[in-house]
């Protein structure tokens, strides 16, 4: 079992920055982020497997965001750049202990979540 914990959520206005961090009760192979905004599907914002820090992007998303982990401490951050309405969602923290590439961006190759912490980008 892998219990994991998001914190740094909140309200910015547009163009702002934010970091996420996600503090797992133990190391997986693979940890990512997911988002969901109301009414939308949950959405793969960025996965990393922590032993070689390979990381995964969605073409949507490159360039504002940046995962990275510290295997020291069991966490991985999510830095968010530049932020736009649109990304406004409850981001969730997720792992795995595999991933195949090909499906990266599924959320039913997940096993582990955590409850999500709220980002709010006003204009």
């Known amino acids: 079992q892998v219990h994991l914990a998001e914190s740094g959520g909140g309200s910015v206005q547009a163009g702002g920055s934010l970091r996420l961090s996600c503090t797992a009760s133990?190391?997986?192979?693979?940890m990512g982020w997911f988002r969901q905004a109301p009414g939308k599907k949950r959405e793969a914002v960025a996965l990393i497997y922590t032993d070689d820090g390979r990381t995964y992007y969605p073409d949507s998303l490159k360039g504002r965001f940046t995962i990275s982990r510290d295997k020291a401490k069991n966490t991985i951050d999510l830095q968010i750049n530049a932020l736009k309405p649109e990304d406004t969602a409850v981001y969730y923290c997720t792992a795995a202990f595999w991933v195949a590439p090909e499906t990266w961006t599924d959320p039913k190759v997940y096993r582990y979540w955590g409850q999500g912490t709220q980002v709010t980008v006003s204009s």
């Open positions: 133990r190391i997986s192979n693979f």
